[in-house]
């Protein structure tokens, strides 16, 4: 259980990230999100925290903004008096040929899957304590890449292994995790079980079946709890067997 605990979710008003803050919300940990245009539905997901008995805060700050990044680690510290928990969930889908990409895609990719990530983190660790936990949300196409057009969208979700890895390294000796989520074809508005491309994504699983957000929820909030004190820079992959 995660009674007493303060998290801070990025890009938690939907998908993923949604199913991540209820989750660490029902383990018993008070949770802030952050959102960069959904607020309504980013304050929905916090009603229903408030609802289940915990607290709930929702903080603007896009992905590629520096200074919102750290404005939203210190006011989750501020309003929720801490902070323990931090899931790197915010991201992108860029889709296509590389001759395509703009060089502004190109640095907005980068700079919301890895360079927010190591911010975060560098703004979250000066609050945190023994049993901190730093969980990033990767992607399966990280170790198989199923089809053209991810190139990008794979490079960038593979920093965060060198992140997760060294980051581990660095702050083991104060007793702080850092682990990396592989999620595989989720349900979510940015990759419904029943849309275009659905039945081909299902036909490279083992299990021949899309994951649910909370399939995922789940593995972070065993990351995040006590028993997986011992468990530290290394990735765990929730793909219904795509990369079997």
Same mark, same amino acid.
């Given at each position: 259980m995660l009674n007493g605990r303060?998290?801070?979710? $990025?890009?938690?008003?939907?998908?993923?990230?949604?199913?991540?803050? =209820?989750r660490l919300a029902a383990e018993g940990a008070d949770v802030a999100i952050t959102y960069a245009r959904a607020g309504e539905?980013? =304050?929905?997901?916090?009603r229903e925290i408030e609802a289940a008995g915990g607290r709930g805060l929702a903080v603007p700050a896009e992905a590629t903004d520096a200074t919102a990044l750290a404005e939203a680690v210190e006011r989750t510290v501020s309003t929720l008096g801490g902070l323990d928990i931090l899931v790197n969930n915010a991201g992108i889908a860029p889709y296509g040929p590389i001759e395509d990409f $703009?060089?502004?895609?190109?640095? =907005? $990719?980068?700079?919301?899957?890895? =360079?927010a990530s190591f911010l975060l983190a560098q703004a979250a660790v000066r609050h945190m304590g023994d049993g901190g936990r730093i969980i990033s949300i990767g992607s399966s196409l990280v170790e198989r890449v199923t089809s053209p057009g991810w190139t990008l969208y794979s490079m960038s979700k593979s920093a965060l292994i060198g992140f997760t890895k060294g980051l581990a390294r660095d702050l083991g000796p104060r007793g702080i995790t850092v682990n990396l989520v592989h999620p595989g074809s989720?349900?979510?508005d940015m990759n419904p079980a029943d849309g275009p491309d659905a039945e081909e994504e299902r036909s490279y699983t083992a299990l021949g079946r899309?994951?649910?957000?909370?399939?995922?929820?789940? $593995?972070?909030?065993?990351?995040?709890?006590?028993?997986?004190r011992n468990i530290t820079g290394t990735s765990v992959t929730v793909d219904a067997g795509t990369t079997a």
């Open positions: 303060v998290a801070l979710v $990025t890009g938690g008003s939907r998908g993923i990230g949604a199913a991540i803050a =209820r539905k980013a =304050r929905e997901v916090v $703009t060089l502004e895609e190109v640095d =907005r $990719t980068l700079a919301v899957h890895a =360079r989720t349900d979510t899309y994951c649910d957000p909370d399939d995922i929820a789940a $593995t972070v909030a065993h990351l995040a709890g006590p028993g997986a």
